[in-house]
Structures are given as structure tokens and as C-alpha cells.
């Protein structure tokens, strides 16, 4: 049985799970499905076609599931599908995608801090934390487990791979590869994660050799195609391996160096 404050209004339109709880001067419109124990604190504003799997928290006032910023936005029913246990905080906001039959994704466990933003056509994994004022742009794709620190804006069709963070206050122009820390300005990486990926329950092995991938491929001064060459031959073939080399392959925008 849910919950629903007599100021809220849900659409009659809209699919509540068990157990959710709807706060003060909510608003939940057509087409949105919340998932068992959802948790709406108070003027929180969801929009549709919205689906949310279990166990999603919203904080006051985050808005999610809007229009898309986008001029050639033209009324279609575009979408956003977000997965079990995400955390939107205070004044965040999460946009639906701009043509028919398109959706912006989020994974599960994810975390979007304050007043920070996911355009239209975003595609975030799971466990990503957004933090305060990161501002992700339309057609932005974010890795499992990546980081992106505050007041942080990451340009249209940027691609940032899994386990990777990026410091506060810094334009993401670029790609940045997996498993990499990246900060400054221009944006420049700065190693490989390692206190990230040994949280994280990454051997000691598998992170020597993401270190020798760090050096061919970041510190050899070797073109892409020449550098990963040299990984395929030198580098154990694990899956982290694969996921970077396929990664750097299909970097369409440049990646970060």
C-alpha cells in the first residue's frame, strides 16, 4: 500500500509499486512507473514516459523526467528508464531524450548529488556518482563506478569510462579512457585509480598491468593505433585490458592525454 500526501497529485495515469511513499507537494504525471518502495520527500516533480526500478530515493525538490533542453525537441514521446535504488538529491534534474522511441538510461545504485544535471540521451551505468553541479551534456556516456566530482561539465558525446574519476571544477572536452584519474585544466590524466580500483576488490595483478597499460599507452608518446598494438603484445589479456583497448578504438571525440 503506498503512501501519498494529501497535498501530492499523481496522475491517475501514473503506476505506483508496493510501498512507496509520495511527500508533500509532489508531482507525479502520466506514464511514470515507480518501483516497489520508491521514497518522493517533498516537491519533487516526475515526469513521464518515466520508468524506476525499486528502491529509488528523491530529495526535495528534484526534478526528473522532463523535456529535454533541446531546440530540436518537438513534443515526441522519448523516455527515461532508470534501474533499482538510484539517489537523486536536492534539485537535481534528469531529462528524457529528444526523438520517439529514444530513452536516456541510468543503471542501478547510482548517486546524483545536488543540483547536478543528466541531458537527454545520457547513458550512465551503475554505482556512478555525479557530484554536486556536475553537469553532464546530451549524448554523454558514463562507465560503472566512474566518479565525476563537483561543478564538473562534461561536453555533448563524451564518452567516460568505468572506475574513472575526475577532480572538481574541471571541463571534460574529451574521452577520458578507463580506470584513469583525470583533473586540471586543460583536463590531463594522472594515473591510473588505484586506491578506487583496490576498493573495489581489483587483484594487485590485474592492477600491474593496468599500470604497464598506463605507461604504453599514456607515457610512451606512441600514436593510439602503435600504442595499443604494443598493449595486445606486452599486456596480459584480461577484461579490463579489452574493456581499455576497446574503449580507445571507438573514442570518436579524442581522448584525454
Known amino acids: 500500500m503506498s503512501a501519498i500526501h494529501p497535498s501530492a497529485i499523481v496522475d491517475p495515469q ?8 509520495v511527500g508533500p507537494y509532489c508531482l507525479i504525471g502520466p506514464h511514470v512507473r515507480l518501483g516497489d518502495g520508491c521514497r518522493l520527500a517533498s516537491m519533487v516533480r516526475i515526469d513521464g514516459p518515466a520508468e ?8 526535495h525538490g528534484a526534478a526528473v523526467g522532463g523535456d529535454p533542453q533541446d531546440l530540436k525537441y518537438r513534443g515526441a514521446a522519448s523516455a527515461l528508464r532508470v534501474g533499482a ?3 537523486f538529491r536536492e534539485f537535481c534534474t534528469v531529462h528524457r531524450a529528444t526523438e520517439e522511441g529514444e530513452t536516456t538510461l541510468l543503471g542501478d545504485q547510482n548517486l546524483v548529488m545536488a543540483y ?9 551505468g551503475s554505482h556512478v556518482i555525479l557530484g554536486n ?8 556516456e558514463v562507465g560503472d563506478y566512474a566518479i565525476i566530482s563537483g561543478v564538473t561539465p562534461v561536453h ?15 571541463r571534460v572536452p574529451k574521452d577520458v579512457a578507463p580506470y584513469v584519474m583525470a583533473a586540471g585544466h586543460p583536463l590531463a590524466v594522472h594515473g591510473v ?10 587483484s594487485e595483478e590485474t592492477i600491474a598491468e593496468l599500470q604497464k597499460l598506463y605507461r604504453i599507452f599514456f607515457r610512451s608518446n606512441l600514436v593510439r ?7 595486445r603484445d606486452e599486456c596480459q589479456p584480461l577484461p579490463e585490458i579489452e574493456l581499455f583497448t576497446d574503449f580507445a578504438e571507438r573514442s570518436e571525440r579524442g581522448l584525454t592525454r
Open 14 to 21: 501514473a503506476e505506483l509499486g508496493a510501498d512507496v511513499a
Open 52 to 59: 524506476f526500478g525499486p528502491g529509488c530515493r528523491f530529495y
Open 85 to 87: 535504488g538510484n539517489t
Open 116 to 124: 547536478s544535471h543528466v541531458a537527454h540521451n545520457c547513458v550512465v
Open 133 to 140: 553541479c556536475a553537469t553532464l551534456a546530451g549524448h554523454v
Open 156 to 170: 555533448q558525446f563524451v564518452k567516460v569510462g568505468a572506475h574513472v574519476i575526475i577532480g572538481g571544477g574541471c
Open 193 to 202: 585509480n588505484v586506491v578506487g580500483l583496490r576498493r573495489r576488490g581489483f
Open 225 to 231: 593505433e602503435e600504442a595499443l598494438r604494443r598493449i
